[in-house]
């Protein structure tokens, strides 16, 4: 688990937890990389066959050593549990939780409390006494708790005494990813993951993905169960439709990382065979003479940009790999001052060139702004900037980390203010369409999420009402 930690630590710096079991709960949860929390002696007392890691970058809650995940509680069984995504109704749900059932919830994170709903539900169901097969009984619970829980959740979890659980939202928002490891004995080991970027060097082969609104059980005895529950049940009322997030693809996943059947690197690839194909028809007579990634998520479309435009891919733009990403640093004047600790512009590359800049996204703006300034004070005769993700106009209220609608750059500027803001000679944004195609190209994914893009929230519960009172959530815990 030390291992696959390291191997997700791109998916959240600020913490982290490990949690095994055997005979009682060994634990420890810790702020910041995993590799600087966890030492030789902690890996040696968390002994068992079963157990849950995790790191995180919160988008609900605050950062405390509180809110770091895995959780447990004691009642019924003693259950753990850890999750990735984010819930939008999470101040009714904890109402529910603390005023309805009783259950004190010790911290700000939805983790916690979609635990206790869990515990609550498998409660009800064995005093209903309306089941007598564990799996069965599981499986009403999760059923019960989806109808309760709107927005992203990909959870794993441990029942004492019974065994290993793992479920997906009715949407499938957040990935899930499901691998299997045969030992020598015949016996089997599992893993769940929201990447499966440490299967191959732990042995496991990749199986299907969990499926949205499935639970997947393996019991004591090592027996794997599953069943779809989540259908007709999600609290929208209406059929849910399998809608995983885009932007894991454009930026948050890494691009080894096979997702819902589609490789990362290779729609990464394609997003960029896609914006040349648009920048000849929108540009026919400008052409760059270095296309130059921002490091590293958009190396692999400027790839495929430089490839299929026939200019030069340049690395003029150098990351230094020990700063963490600035996306998910906390606060504005962190980032910004982090931009040029960060990349380091190479004058051989740029000066008196026609530059092509290509980014993931712009989000802020802040990061453009600077390396578009960086560029010029490096003696480029043109920049123009180039964005894989079309304009981020609405937060995310489902497990990515974006800011407020008033912080976005992109929600009330038109393109070409936004231009002006980042000072470039040209911008061009990916449209929607096109990334969808690359993305879906070779596995069809009808309705994947672009709420950010499109503020079409998945859920369909996020009206004015809603919107405001999560945006005043986030400010509150970001001390705003
Ligand atoms: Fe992903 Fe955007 Fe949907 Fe959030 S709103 S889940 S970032 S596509």
């Keep these: ?11 959240g710096q600020d913490a982290a937890g490990i949690l095994t079991y055997q ?23 968390m002994t068992g066959n ?10 609900t809650g605050r950062i405390e ?8 509680t004691g009642v019924p069984f003693g259950m753990a549990l850890a999750h990735n995504g984010n819930l939008v109704n999470y101040n009714e749900v904890k109402r529910k939780v603390s005023e309805e059932r009783y259950r004190y919830v010790n911290s700000t994170s939805d983790g916690e409390v979609i635990l206790h709903v869990l515990a609550d539900e498998l409660i009800k169901g064995m005093a209903e006494n309306h089941v007598g097969i564990f799996f069965d009984l599981l499986c009403v619970a999760v059923a019960q708790l989806f109808k309760t829980m709107s927005g992203a959740y990909s959870a794993v979890g441990i029942i004492v005494g019974k065994g290993m659980l793992a479920f997906r939202d009715p949407h499938g928002i957040r990935p899930l990813a499901r691998g299997v490891r045969v030992n020598s004995d015949g016996s089997k080991d599992y893993i769940f993951a929201s990447e499966d970027t440490m299967f191959y060097s732990l042995d496991f082969k990749r199986e299907e993905d969990v499926k949205p609104g499935e639970v997947v059980f393996i019991d004591n005895d090592g027996n794997l169960h599953s069943r779809v529950v989540g259908c007709e049940t999600a609290l929208s009322g209406r059929e849910p439709e399998f809608s995983p997030c885009i932007f894991e693809y454009v930026y948050f ?3 080894d990382s096979m997702m819902n059947n589609v490789s990362v690197y290779r729609s990464r690839l394609r997003m960029g065979q896609n914006l040349a194909r648009a920048w ?9 003479d270095i296309v130059i990634p921002v490091p590293f998520t958009s190396n692999t479309a400027a790839l495929a940009m430089a490839h299929e ?32 600790y960060k990349l380091n512009p190479q004058e051989i590359e740029i000066k008196d060139k026609k530059v092509m800049i290509l980014d993931d996204s712009i989000v802020r703006g802040t990061t453009s702004r600077e390396i578009v300034q960086m560029v010029r004070e490096f003696g480029a005769k043109g920049v123009y900037f180039v964005t894989v993700c079309p304009p981020i106009k609405f937060p995310c209220f489902y497990g990515v980390d974006m800011p407020t609608k008033s912080e976005l750059v992109a929600s009330a500027r038109t393109e070409e203010e936004v231009r002006r803001y980042i000072g470039a000679d040209i911008l061009f944004y990916q449209n929607i369409p096109d990334l969808v195609e690359a993305v879906t190209r070779v596995q069809r994914i009808e309705h994947p999420c672009l709420a950010c893009l499109n503020g079409r929230y ?23």
């Design 280 to 288: 000849k028809t929108r540009y026919s007579n400008i052409m760059p």
């Design 253 to 255: 996943a890494r691009p």
């Design 309 to 340: 435009l026939g200019v030069r891919y340049s690395e003029g733009l150098y990351k230094n790999a020990f700063i963490g990403r600035t996306f998910i640093m906390p606060n504005q004047d962190m980032r910004k001052k982090s931009v040029r």
């Design 23 to 45: 005979q009682k709960f060994h634990f420890k949860r810790g702020l910041g990389l995993a590799r600087d929390i966890f030492q030789a002696h902690d890996i040696e007392r």
């Design 50 to 59: 079963i157990g849950i890691a995790h790191t995180r970058y919160p988008t």
């Design 65 to 72: 050593l509180e809110d770091a995940q895995p959780f447990w």
């Design 458 to 480: 998945v859920t369909g519960d996020v009206d004015e009402k809603k919107f405001k009172e999560i945006e005043e959530n986030r400010n509150k815990d970001r001390g705003l």
């Design 1 to 11: 688990m030390y291992d696959s930690l390291i191997h997700l630590q791109h998916r």
